[in-house]
């Protein structure tokens, strides 16, 4: 049994797309971040770093194992199935450099420009140059993989791996950075691609249905404003003091 400790943000549906895919028994267990669920100190144990997704195999190497860091996550639900994830070493490789491009630019600079076109509030030339930043880099990464998915039919290799479930989750807000069939349309086939798949699908209906048991849960329980990255150590410290 797989416990997906989560929020179904995008580091959280890439494991979920990836335990429905292999078919393995799991459960998913709510984090609501929204409120502070992270700095519990027994979420802590399982997530030194109070982010989320983080797993516990209940049949895992030695026993019970506990993991964090979704793209770990994913290497460590590939080796435990044997699934999605080459054992031909060129195409392994490959598979792990896609990855490896999701979680250092396509994740940390797509979750930078929502955040200064959502949730950031100033103005001036600063946070001009903020927005701009991060909302040309993403349309770059956009490009990058459209370039990519020219020459691969998928974004590992010719075959779907874990690097197309990483990074699917993170490009649902395509449209708003003006992507399209006309200028993209590698990148839309992959998408539309990824879109029938039935896991992915099931993932997608999950997670709608994941944030509203959590909102629900949530009703009359004072907020956190996960943004505020002083407030966040603040009660990291709090949690973790001795």
Known sequence: MIELHSTPTPNGQKVMIMLEETGLEWKHVDVNIRIGEQFKPDYLKLSPNNKIPTIVDTDGPGGRYTMMESGAILIYLAEK?????????????????????????????????????????????????????????SVRLYK???????????????????????????????????????GYPNFMRWYEAMEARPAVQRNNQMATEIRERMAKAAEGKAAVNIYDTKDNAQRLAAATSR
Request: with cysteine; hydrophobic share 30%.
């Open 81 to 137: 199935t044997g699934k999605f994830l080459p054992k031909d070493a060129r195409k392994r490789y490959d598979t792990l450099q896609w990855l490896i491009f999701q979680m250092a630019h396509v994740g940390p600079m797509f979750g930078q420009a929502n955040h200064f076109n959502t949730y950031a509030k100033g103005e001036g030339p600063g946070f001009d140059y903020a927005k701009e930043r991060y909302n040309n880099e």
């Open 144 to 182: 990058v993989l459209d370039n990519r998915l020219r020459e691969s039919a998928w974004l590992g290799c010719d075959d779907y791996t874990i690097a197309d479930m990483a990074t699917y989750p993170w490009t649902k807000g395509h449209k708003d950075r003006g992507i399209d069939k006309a």
